[in-house]
């Protein structure tokens, strides 16, 4: 399946059949005037859930309504009082009748076969664990510990990714060629590389269960971001950094451009790239939904109920999304807005926000400006 989805959607991506009625981008916004089909994927989930869409659904929803006509036209014209003016009286067919029970039950369970692998990645938050060891330029065996319960042991080489970085970043190494294993399924695991990695380079092992489409195993989340819907607004909280909270408000018409206009907010929510991000999802009042395209979520912010849900972005840009569960009269205008930066420019963002709270900084970085910060630009002024 997954090596399917990887070559079948290059090709559903070379023929652009959706990029042919999205001419204008704006930059970073992912938002396209006059565009059909979906925002592009900035996650791994995000680019299953678009294969899953474009590739298994689309074209299985096309065959069978093209058939359902032909079947109708057919009927129409063979069989109308004028062309059959004394029909047959039977009234059982077995074949038939087997046929349109069978059928449908292998399309659903084609369906079925992709959609479980998909909500089965979407609802279990990563727990994926990274070891990260200095190369003496002699030593070929490192140990990764299997330390996860045992339904989540690293149990197939799949399991494991062994990268080396040698200062001029990292580089994944081939299972078989480029080192063997031996323990899966136990508590360590012996990894051995076919040649020393140079003094001073680091030997990255990551092992977990969540294994994206590429092959990359996912780590547990770095992060939680707290998000509670209220009628008209989302406020997000921090847990990690000091708890520290914000409200999200739609940006006003004077604030932004006429493109982002009812996207755009006055405090976006800032996350690092690259980074496993657990999102806990609740409601104040009625029932809201937390909803962010570009990275195919779509998550039911309920009072009196948390809802979890996790995303990884692949690149750092400015993300928009909306309440998507009706709320109220003014449902409409709660956006979503998420700017998504370098960790550094992070870090940056966090000991800013905590100064605003009162608190001491909690990372030792120069002050990074945010590349694209509304809320900088705005404070500037
Ligand atoms: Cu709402």
């Given at each position: 399946m997954k090596k399917l989805f990887g070559a079948t959607s290059k090709l559903v991506t070379g023929i652009g059949v959706w990029a042919a009625f999205a001419p204008i981008t704006l930059a970073g916004a992912q938002i396209t005037p006059g565009g059909v089909g979906m925002q592009p994927a900035n996650s791994a989930t995000a680019e299953e859930v678009q294969f899953f869409h474009n590739v298994i659904l689309m074209p299985i929803i096309t065959v069978i309504c093209i058939f359902v006509l032909a079947l109708l036209i057919w009927v129409i014209l063979r069989y109308n009082s004028k062309a059959n003016p004394t029909p047959r009286k039977f009234s059982h067919n077995t074949l038939i009748e087997v046929l349109w029970t069978g059928l449908p039950i292998m399309v659903l369970l084609v369906i079925a076969l992709f959609s479980f692998d998909l909500l089965y990645t979407e609802d279990v938050t990563p727990d994926g664990k990274q070891v990260v060891v200095r190369g003496d330029g002699q030593t070929v065996d490192f140990v990764f510990a299997n330390d996860f319960p045992a339904s989540r042991l690293v149990a197939r080489p799949e399991h494991l990714q062994v990268l080396v970085d040698d200062g001029s970043g990292a580089r994944t190494l081939s299972s078989r060629t480029d080192y063997s294993t031996e323990g899966f399924g136990e508590p360590e695991i012996a990894v051995t590389l076919s040649a020393p990695p140079p003094a001073g380079a680091h030997v990255i092992m990551r092992g977990g269960r969540s294994v994206d489409h590429r092959g990359d195993v996912t780590l547990a989340p770095t992060m939680t971001?707290?998000?509670?819907?209220?009628?008209?607004?989302?406020?997000?909280?921090?847990?990690?950094?000091?708890?520290?909270?914000?409200?999200?408000?739609?940006?006003?018409?004077?604030?932004?451009?006429?493109?982002?206009?009812?996207?755009?907010?006055?405090?976006?929510?800032?996350?690092?790239?690259?980074?496993?991000?657990?999102?806990?999802?609740?409601?104040?009042?009625?029932?809201?939904?937390?909803?962010?395209?570009?990275?195919?979520?779509?998550?039911?912010?309920?009072?009196?109920?948390?809802?979890?849900?996790?995303?990884?972005?692949?690149?750092?840009?400015?993300?928009?999304?909306?309440?998507?569960?009706?709320?109220?009269?003014?449902?409409?205008?709660?956006?979503?807005?998420?700017?998504?930066?370098?960790?550094?420019?992070?870090?940056?963002?966090?000991?800013?926000?905590?100064?605003?709270?009162?608190?001491?900084?909690?990372?030792?970085?120069?002050?990074?400006?945010?590349?694209?910060?509304?809320?900088?630009?705005?404070?500037?002024?």
């Open positions: 971001l707290k998000i509670t819907g209220s009628r008209w607004y989302w406020n997000y909280a921090y847990p990690d950094f000091g708890d520290f909270d914000f409200i999200a408000n739609m940006a006003a018409k004077e604030d932004t451009t006429p493109e982002l206009y009812l996207r755009e907010v006055d405090n976006r929510v800032v996350v690092p790239v690259g980074e496993t991000i657990r999102i806990a999802v609740t409601a104040n009042d009625v029932i809201h939904a937390w909803a962010l395209p570009a990275f195919a979520i779509k998550i039911d912010a309920v009072p009196g109920r948390t809802n979890e849900a996790w995303f990884k972005a692949d690149r750092e840009g400015v993300f928009y999304g909306q309440c998507s569960e009706i709320c109220g009269i003014r449902h409409a205008f709660m956006p979503i807005a998420v700017e998504v930066v370098s960790r550094p420019a992070f870090e940056a963002w966090i000991d800013e926000q905590r100064a605003l709270a009162g608190m001491e900084p909690m990372f030792e970085t120069d002050n990074v400006k945010l590349a694209q910060g509304f809320a900088a630009s705005a404070a500037a002024e």
